[in-house]
Every structure is written in C-alpha cells, then in structure tokens.
C-alpha cells in the first residue's frame, strides 16, 4: 500500500508570508497527485490536482510542483482565509495532513 | 451547480447496521464514478469505496471490505453505503464524493458533500 507522508505537522506563518508544504509518496504515480483544503467543521476542498493543474475557482496564489514521490503545495501568500489543514492525496491514500496556523 | 447531500448518520452499537445516502444534483449523475470516504474524529482522510459510473464495479477497503455494500440508483441520482456488522472503530464522517474525470475512475475527489456522522458505541 502506499504511505504519504506530509511534513511538516503543523506551520506556523504569518498573513502575507509564503508558505512552503511537502508530500513524500512511498512509491511513484507518476504526477497523480492532489492536495486538499479543509477548514473546521467544512468538508475538504480540491485544490490542486495532477501534481500542478489548479481546480476551479481556485486562486493562482496556490500552486503545486513535483513528480514522482516528491511533491510542493506552495502558498505565495498566507490569506486569512487559508488557515487550515491541507492534506495531499495520490491514488486512494491521503497523507496525515499539515496545519497552516497564524503565527 | 454541484450539490451532494448526505443523510442517515446516526448513533449505532457495535455489531449493527446503517444505509447512508448521497443525493445528486448539479451534474449528469450517471457520467461520474462516486465516492465514500470517512474522517475519525481529529484524524485524516481515509478512502472506504467506490462504484463506477454504471454501477458495474465496486471496490472496498480493506477495513471495510465483507461489511459494507456500495451502490448507486442513477435514474434517483443517489449513491448508497451500507454498513453492517459496525464496529467502534468505524466511527466517523462519512463524506460522498465525485470523480472529477467523465466516465473515469481517477479517484480526484472534485466535490464532496458535507459529510454524515456515524458514532458506533455501546
């Protein structure tokens, strides 16, 4: 089974700032990856998906970058609106997620 | 616009039995394959099945598989999950999702619902 391992756990960036979040897959699917917004008490949102396509309605401030096993969701800068837990996906698996906290 | 709406999250023991429900609107139902994946309380994401867009395939976790049945009524746009024999660690929100991919099985989960909780205890 596949194991995606996100890092780091929690981030704690301030509004405006970049924030930078990984992924490791434990084998490779090529680009078929997405990543996941959710916020408290919301069901997740797509964000990202085949590694670097954004989904509708999404803001070009979130991007993703890699291939492989080893994949960047990229934040240019920290809306109030983003705060949350961001979770990656490839195949059936979800990674454990990291929080994007106000620092 | 895409709408999924769950219904039949309950408290349950261990041992018994639920029929969640997911109604459609927004899409052509029978384009898409569809989802359900649950979240434990204060944990991640996990994938428990999924049918494809005629209802042809179904494939199950591990966790689950022997125990809950998915199926879909696609002239009542609906996708069901039925879960028998629950146990305590089956607790959780149970989100219906759709694929982003007509006709495809890519498991990009586009749109979800606002999830049903199911709580197995005694």
């Known amino acids: 089974d596949i194991v995606m391992t996100q890092s780091p756990a929690t981030l704690s960036v301030s509004p405006g700032e970049r924030a930078t979040l990984s992924c490791r897959a434990s084998q490779s699917l090529g680009s078929k990856l997405a990543w996941y917004q959710q916020k408290p008490g919301q069901a997740p949102r797509l964000l990202i998906y085949?590694?670097?396509t954004r989904a509708t309605g999404i803001p070009a401030r979130f991007s993703g970058s890699g291939s492989g096993t080893e994949f960047t969701l990229t934040i240019s800068s920290l809306q109030s609106e983003d705060f949350a837990v961001y979770y990656c996906?490839?195949?059936?698996?979800f990674g454990g997620g990291t929080k994007v906290e106000i620092k | 616009e895409v709408q999924l709406v769950e219904s039949g999250g309950a408290v349950v023991q261990p041992g018994g039995s639920l029929r969640l429900s997911c109604a459609a609107s927004g899409f052509t139902f029978n384009d898409y394959a569809m989802y359900w994946v649950r979240q434990a309380p204060g944990k991640s994401l996990e994938w428990v099945s999924h049918i494809n867009w005629d209802g042809g395939s179904a494939y199950y976790a591990g966790s689950v598989k022997g125990r809950f049945t998915i199926s879909r009524d696609n002239s009542k746009k609906s996708l069901f999950l039925q879960m028998n024999n629950l146990r305590v660690e089956d607790t959780a929100c149970y989100y219906c999702?759709?694929?982003?991919?007509?006709?495809?099985?890519?498991?990009?989960?586009?749109?979800w619902g606002q999830g049903t909780l199911v709580t197995v205890s005694s």
């Open positions: 999702a759709k694929d982003i991919g007509i006709l495809s099985a890519g498991a990009t989960f586009h749109f």
């Open positions: 085949a590694a670097a």
């Open positions: 996906q490839q195949g059936l698996t």
